[in-house]
């Protein structure tokens, strides 16, 4: 059984920096797809980035966080950490770490429980 544990997120000032992470366990990860979706109050799910195990220097990020977010991995720990800089309000959300052996997507995959993200302006 598939399990994505998240860590992280919180309250923070606009300008500021938070961290999430997520371990996978229960499976063979080494060539899966991880990421990460959003979603604030009233809309809809939304990707974030992804960060693929076999190619781990091509990631993919929203145009919304281009330049501010980093999506890295620790293979030893089957971690997906998201480095998220220069936060704004408009970054609100709870965040959800995804997985999955093919493509990433809103209604596919293995998820965690989500983690909440508040930027305060």
């Known amino acids: 059984q598939v399990q994505l544990l998240e860590s992280g997120g919180g309250l923070v000032q606009g300008g500021g920096s938070l961290r999430l992470s997520c371990t996978a366990s229960?499976?063979?990860?080494?060539?899966?797809?991880m990421g990460w979706f959003r979603q604030a109050p009233g809309k809809e799910r939304e990707f974030v980035a992804l960060?693929?195990?076999?190619?781990?220097?091509?990631?993919y990020y929203a145009d919304s966080v281009k330049g501010r977010f980093t999506i890295y991995g620790d293979s030893a720990k089957n971690t997906v950490t998201l480095q998220m800089n220069n936060l704004t309000p408009d970054d609100t959300a709870v965040y959800y770490c995804t997985a999955d052996s093919i493509a990433l997507g809103p209604k596919r995959g293995y998820w965690g429980q989500g983690t909440q993200v508040t930027v305060s302006s």
């Open positions: 960060f693929r195990w076999r190619n781990p220097s091509n990631t």
């Open positions: 229960g499976g063979t990860f080494n060539t899966w797809i």
